[in-house]
T-cell receptor
Framework: GAGVSQSPSNKVTEKGKDVELRCDPI?????LYWYRQRLGQGLEFLIYFQGNSAPDKSGLPSDRFSAERTGESVSTLTIQRTQQEDSAVYLC????????????FGQGTRLTVV | QKEVEQDPGPLSVPEGAIVSLNCTYS??????FMWYRQYSRKGPELLMY????GNKEDGRFTAQVDKSSKYISLFIRDSQPSDSATYLCAMSQGAQKLVFGQGTRLTINP
């Protein structure tokens, strides 16, 4: 597809379970971002991948959160031992090396921890 | 103190009004300034992108950046009900993470 694709679109999980969220960026985009958006709130930065550089992990809230990206392709965000406060929409965005500030967002994964 | 401050609103105006949305920031290293629009249950979409200080116009939308005051604005002229959404400002130092404001929820009443 032409846009950023995220899966699943919705995920309900039990507290304590691990979840894995997937992001397929726009083909050729070197930069990839993960953000978290709690209900009625702004976007909270989680992690940023730029090409082969070391990722900026400064926004990950705890060691239960991790993310991987292989080259310039798919990224996965993993949340271990989920807690109720992890409930939010997780948004992925990608941008090109020449238009890096013009980030294109996916529709997000709505995570509910019960 | 948050790096980027944005009044969450809500803001409600009649159709046809001029809307002014604003953000302030504390990091003087920010050079790139963006406005995103987010409809309910959708991902944000880029509206305007400005480098450094100055104005940029695109149709009914005008973005202004005043780096001396660390203040950015988005103006919407002849507002339409379809403009009802949450508007998020974002900024960055360079090829680094985008830092977002909280977003302002805007409603245009017919």
């Amino acid at each position: 597809g032409a846009g950023v694709s995220q899966s699943p679109s919705n995920k309900v999980t039990e507290k304590g379970k691990d979840v894995e969220l997937r992001c397929d960026p726009i083909s050729g985009h070197t930069a990839l971002y993960w953000y978290r958006q709690r209900l009625g709130q702004g976007l909270e930065f989680l992690i940023y991948f730029q090409g082969n550089s070391a990722p900026d992990k400064s926004g990950l809230p705890s060691d239960r959160f991790s993310a991987e990206r292989t080259g310039e392709s798919v990224s996965t965000l993993t949340i271990q031992r989920t807690q109720q406060e992890d409930s939010a929409v997780y948004l992925c965005a990608s941008s090109s090396s020449t238009g890096w500030a013009e980030a294109f967002f996916g529709q997000g994964t709505r995570l509910t921890v019960v | 103190q948050k790096e980027v401050e944005q009044d969450p609103g809500p803001l409600s105006v009649p159709e046809g009004a001029i809307v002014s949305l604003n953000c302030t920031y504390s990091n003087s290293a920010f050079q790139y300034f963006m406005w995103y629009r987010q409809y309910s249950r959708k991902g944000p979409e880029l509206l305007m992108y400005t480098y450094s200080s100055g104005n940029k116009e695109d149709g009914r939308f005008t973005a202004q950046v005043d780096k001396s005051s660390k203040y950015i604005s988005l103006f919407i002229r002849d507002s339409q009900p379809s403009d009802s959404a949450t508007y998020l400002c974002a900024m960055s130092q360079g090829a680094q993470k985008l830092v977002f404001g909280q977003g302002t929820r805007l409603t245009i009443n017919p």
